[in-house]
């Protein structure tokens, strides 16, 4: 069942990292319901529900929140939650009647939390804005690419999910583990520039200390160095290696047999010492390169697509990649001793056949059937 099962989660719809934060929690055993307006919104990139992963493991109900009795019905919801998500703009929730104040005054130990870019304070908070965004003013940005190249723009990892979803969670969980003992609930004020400048700190560290450059592709572990880098083979295809440890460093050079005669961190010798290595590995392909140094210490790894990566055999054997009604996708992380979680199930739009399932721990079948009654649930 998860570990976190028995715990209740109010979910209001948005995009990214909001349901990413949700479908955390749902895959870790919480129970999670969520609110979504009836009219059409503007959310993204739209697509079937059961390819939205994101959305996995939880019910769906459709509301007009313009409605005073859906009002209620939402609150009624708040009032059993152990936690609340929702990802608008500072301002939002209080207009639609869910302010942090209205939803503490139905449940004192309520969780709430609130998740954005630029946060619910400063100049900025108000601002339209998305990951890379939020990655560039950090300085995280400036800091990924190559050397001579402008900043090359990551996946939506840094910002969104990292910075944002993943540091929603620890607010949620940690701040229930408090309750538990205060009684007393709070708001999370999640914002992803918070988030990403916490998962810059070593770099930070290593600024101050003087091992660390501003210019992108001229440091040890962002392309600046021969070891510790991407390189294309002979078949087109690329493979990573990043023996950053001096005997790690030098198995590597025997089982490709070169030589680099000079010091692995001089700096200077670095362009020269990576062009040796780029020729010897285009010599071979992706594949003869893995059976030559996969499972070794050299620190090696094919660089591999998504759909190559459901096929590898560590993936495979550890089932990372889990079959959801027909559709591959990743399971839940992390793994556990006793509670470990179930496999996911796809999101469902809540309707009058399976408002009692969806409802039945939040509800009582009378309230479950006068919202029906009143068309509040249709």
Request: charged share 25%; hydrophobic share 40%.
């Amino acid at each position: 069942m998860g570990p976190l099962h028995g715990i209740k989660v109010v979910e209001f719809a948005g995009i990214g990292p909001g349901p990413f934060a949700a479908m955390l929690l749902a895959d870790l055993g919480a129970e999670v319901i969520r609110i979504e307006r009836k009219e059409p919104a503007d959310l993204g990139l739209k697509r079937p529900r059961e390819v939205d992963y994101a959305l996995r493991n939880r019910y769906a109900i459709q509301l007009d929140l313009k409605d005073e009795f859906a009002k209620q019905l939402v609150l009624r919801l708040v009032s059993k939650a152990d936690a609340l998500i929702e990802g608008f703009r500072p301002g939002v929730m209080e207009r639609l009647g869910f302010a942090p104040d209205v939803c503490l005054a139905q449940n004192p130990r309520l969780i709430y939390g609130r998740l954005t870019g630029w946060g619910q304070t400063g100049p900025l908070a108000h601002a339209a804005g998305h990951d890379l965004n939020y990655i560039a003013l950090t300085g995280v940005l400036h800091a990924i690419g190559r050397k001579g190249e402008p900043p090359s723009v990551p996946l939506n990892l840094i910002g969104d999910f990292a910075g944002g979803s993943l540091y929603l969670v620890v607010g949620i969980l940690s701040a229930i583990i408090e309750a538990q003992r205060s009684g007393k609930g709070q708001v999370i004020d999640a914002a992803m520039v918070d988030g990403v400048a916490a998962l810059s700190t070593l770099f930070h560290g290593l600024l101050r200390a003087g091992l660390f450059s501003h210019e992108r592709g001229s440091n040890f572990i962002d392309s600046g160095s021969h070891f510790y880098d991407v390189y294309e083979c002979a078949d087109g295809k690329s493979i990573s290696i990043a023996p950053v440890e001096g005997k790690f460093y030098a198995q590597l050079l025997n089982l490709l047999e070169i030589d680099i005669a000079t010091p692995q961190l001089d700096r200077d010798s670095w362009p020269e010492a990576k062009k040796i290595m780029a020729e010897r590995i285009k010599a071979k392909t992706r594949d003869e390169w893995s059976v030559l140094l996969e499972g070794t210490d050299v620190c090696y790894a094919p660089v591999l697509n998504f759909d190559e990566a459901l096929e590898h055999e560590h993936m495979r054997s550890r089932g990372i990649f889990v079959d959801v009604a027909g559709y591959v996708q990743p399971g839940p992380a992390p793994r556990y001793s006793r509670s470990q979680p179930d496999i996911p199930q796809v999101g469902i739009i809540a309707s009058s056949s399976d408002y009692q399932q969806a409802l039945g721990n939040w509800l009582g079948q009378r309230e479950i059937a006068e919202a029906m009654d009143a068309k509040i649930l249709e």
